[in-house]
């Protein structure tokens, strides 16, 4: 008897289907006992597979404005009622898995006796590494680019991906202001911006693609401490 799942029949394949391989657990072409192949579970395995989909699609220069969820799920090889029935738009689909580069940025470690300054530089090094990487740097401009036609993609993505990070900028500088090493009038806020911006400008608009001048990152804390510093 002929079943219908996700409005294919059982017989039918789905877009993007690989045959013997498919990582869309609805896809028809599972094994005939029902049993699970060894291995990530399948969900698992479908939702890496969207979100480097996404990611792929985006770092290949296909605008936001134009990606839809059926071109998602063809690269993903699964299908779209697969795709929808983990993320409900677009927009959370993308944030979700332009965050997904960000998430092996280490938290700061507060427990040693290194300097305010080492924790500043340590950050800016985790910082450039992320935005150097090529994928990362690819969807990071596009997210970027998308940002004047689609504001709320470009919030969720602060909120996600930008903010997280500058909350870990401000614990430091807060330590350091606790430790009396920074001016205790210090304007976090400010400082944030100060520290994280030249990066951004100098690796996404001045010279992209290529890496920081040798000791460029260090000059800049060291300028930056000048100001900041307790007195």
Request: proline share 6%; with cysteine.
């Amino acid at each position: 008897m002929t079943m219908i799942r996700d409005g294919r029949r059982s017989d039918e394949r789905h877009p993007g289907h690989v045959a013997g391989a498919c990582a869309d657990p609805a896809c028809a072409a599972g094994p005939a006992d029902g049993r699970r192949r060894p291995g990530r579970p399948r969900s698992e395995a479908a939702e890496r597979a969207i979100v480097e989909a996404v990611l792929g699609l985006l770092s290949e220069g296909v605008p936001y404005g134009s990606l839809s969820m059926e071109q998602v799920a063809t690269r993903a090889g699964v299908g779209k009622a697969t795709v929808y029935r983990r993320w409900p738009n677009k927009e959370s689909l993308v944030v979700d898995s332009v965050a997904s580069l960000w998430q092996e940025c280490p938290p700061p470690n507060l427990s040693d006796d290194r300097s305010t300054r080492d924790r500043i530089l340590e950050y800016l090094d985790n910082m450039v590494e992320v935005m150097h990487n090529d994928l990362a740097g690819l969807v990071f401009s596009s997210v970027m680019a998308a940002g004047t036609l689609h504001p709320e993609l470009l919030q969720n993505y602060h909120r996600v991906a930008i903010e997280p990070r500058r909350e870990q900028l401000r614990v430091i500088l807060r330590h350091g202001m606790a430790a009396g090493e920074l001016r205790a009038d210090l304007d976090v806020e400010l400082t944030v911006r100060m520290i994280s911006a030249p990066i951004v400008l100098t690796m996404k608009s001045e010279h992209p693609g290529e890496p920081l001048a040798q000791g460029f990152t260090r000059a800049l804390v060291d300028a930056l401490m000048a100001g900041i510093a307790a007195r």
